[in-house]
């Protein structure tokens, strides 16, 4: 995979979730700049997704299908099974912050960064 290419950033880093287990629940956030590609390479999950018009779930279960979530959109991983293992590569870090913690934030935030569906 080459970022610029096969997804819309350079890839300088990764991080992985593993031996999730099962019943729990991950994420229950939003990034304001960030891209990230998220790859089951074993086992399953579910993600639902919510950019503050739509929900989506997904099931992530195989490590040829990906995931690409754009900035500002809510993100909840749960459902795991199998002995998950997922790679995410987001691009580089930087100084500000970039995580939205609580839905009622993400809620609030101002009109302007929400993404116009339909016009």
Known sequence: ME???HVPF??????????VPAGSHRGGHAHRGLY???????????????????????????????????????REMDNFSGAPYAWCWPPPITTRPTTI?????FALRPAPLRRDHGQ
């Open 101 to 105: 913690a609580t839905m009622t934030s």
């Open 3 to 5: 970022g610029g290419r």
């Open 36 to 74: 990230q590609l998220l790859i089951a390479m074993s086992g399953s999950f579910d993600i639902t997704l919510d950019d503050g018009f739509e929900k989506k779930k997904f099931h992530l279960a195989r490590p040829h299908y990906g995931l690409l979530i754009t900035p500002m959109v809510w």
């Open 10 to 19: 350079d890839i300088q880093r990764a991080y992985y979730l593993y031996d």
